[in-house]
């Protein structure tokens, strides 16, 4: 899927008008002799240079027209009626559905202009209770030390604690999908890019029906239990575990507002 400009430059449409070698980023296009080189060694196939070239050089296909994308008052109808599904159906959605909902990666906003994005996938009942498994054993681990008495104390989570050790399943909430999203190590604007990633997923399941939970423990336990790190994933780092699936119940009225804050520098 990665963008080479100088496979997909077409020289006879060219015009040399120069706006490819202003816009690119990473500033690996210069004009010679009336129409742009490429150094392809330093090119980070952001796509810019095909997306503002007047004649189309590159072969994109045309963004899509105003009425088309959605409005403002549509998209903060979408945020009004999102809410964190902790109740989820039995139904698993098919490998293809989840496809489906990951598609939108490939346009998912990065600071580096590289995706980088690997997207595990637990999928079923029986794998994400696989998950829970560990879990279970470290809460046993300490309790028979007293250090999950302490921690109940000091986070105020004692309640939490204990319906855990009843066996409910308080961390994926019976969720039929667990997407765990990984970016490289290397990727010096990774973990921004893997929020965003996560977030754009999470819109676009929504709009497809699904329900989902941004799972902040599940992250945090990442670091604790082993089993649920991937030799596939080697080399990069965690940065957002989302839950997915048909909701069993959806929400009847509108949260109020959050609180924010604007401060003009």
Same mark, same amino acid.
């Given at each position: 899927?990665?963008?080479?400009?100088?496979?997909?430059?077409? %020289?006879?449409?060219?015009?040399?008008?120069?706006?490819?070698?202003?816009?690119?980023?990473?500033?690996?296009?210069?004009?010679?002799?009336?129409?742009?080189?490429?150094?392809?060694?330093?090119?980070?196939?952001?796509?810019?240079?095909?997306?503002?070239?007047?004649?189309?050089? /590159?072969?994109?296909?045309?963004?899509?027209? #105003?009425?088309?994308?959605?409005?403002?008052?549509?998209?903060?109808?979408?945020?009004?009626?999102?809410?964190?599904?902790?109740? /989820?159906?039995?139904?698993?959605?098919?490998?293809?559905?989840?496809?489906?909902?990951?598609?939108?990666?490939?346009?998912?906003?990065?600071?580096?202009?590289?995706?980088?994005?690997?997207?595990?996938?637990?999928?079923?009942?029986?794998?994400?209770?696989? !998950?829970?498994?560990?879990? %279970?054993?470290?809460?046993?681990?300490?309790?028979? +030390?007293?250090?999950?008495?302490?921690?109940?104390?000091? +986070?105020?989570?004692?309640?939490?604690?204990?319906?855990?050790?009843?066996?409910?399943?308080?961390?994926?909430?019976?969720?039929?999908?667990?997407?765990?999203?990984?970016?490289?190590?290397?990727?010096?604007?990774?973990? +921004?890019?893997?929020?965003?990633?996560?977030? +754009?997923?999470?819109?676009?399941?929504?709009?497809?029906?699904?329900?989902? !939970?941004?799972?902040?423990?599940?992250?945090?336990?990442?670091?604790?239990?082993?089993?649920?790190?991937?030799?596939?994933? %080697?080399?990069?780092?965690? #940065?957002?575990?989302?839950?997915?699936?048909?909701?069993?119940?959806?929400?009847?009225?509108?949260?109020?507002?959050?609180?924010?804050?604007?401060?003009?520098?």
């Amino acid at each position: 899927m990665r963008f080479s400009p100088e496979r997909s430059f077409n %020289k006879s449409d060219c015009t040399g008008c120069g706006i490819c070698e202003k816009v690119c980023p990473s500033g690996v296009i210069e004009i010679q002799n009336g129409y742009p080189f490429f150094r392809i060694d330093k090119c980070i196939a952001c796509g810019h240079c095909g997306v503002y070239c007047p004649a189309n050089c /590159f072969g994109f296909d045309r963004v899509p027209e #105003t009425e088309d994308i959605c409005s403002s008052e549509k998209y903060l109808k979408l945020l009004e009626a999102r809410r964190s599904i902790r109740y /989820f159906s039995t139904i698993i959605p098919s490998e293809e559905e989840i496809c489906n909902v990951l598609s939108v990666l490939s346009q998912s906003p990065t600071g580096v202009n590289k995706q980088g994005i690997t997207v595990r996938v637990v999928r079923g009942a029986e794998a994400v209770e696989e !998950l829970l498994r560990p879990v %279970k054993k470290l809460l046993r681990i300490l309790d028979c +030390t007293g250090i999950s008495f302490l921690i109940g104390k000091l +986070t105020g989570m004692s309640a939490y604690l204990r319906k855990l050790r009843e066996g409910r399943d308080i961390i994926f909430r019976g969720a039929p999908v667990v997407f765990f999203f990984h970016v490289p190590r290397s990727n010096i604007t990774g973990r +921004t890019d893997g929020i965003i990633a996560a977030a +754009t997923v999470m819109h676009h399941a929504v709009t497809l029906g699904y329900g989902t !939970l941004w799972n902040g423990i599940a992250e945090k336990l990442f670091q604790l239990i082993p089993s649920w790190h991937s030799s596939d994933t %080697k080399g990069t780092r965690l #940065t957002a575990v989302l839950c997915m699936g048909y909701p069993e119940m959806a929400p009847e009225w509108k949260v109020p507002p959050r609180d924010y804050m604007v401060k003009w520098c």
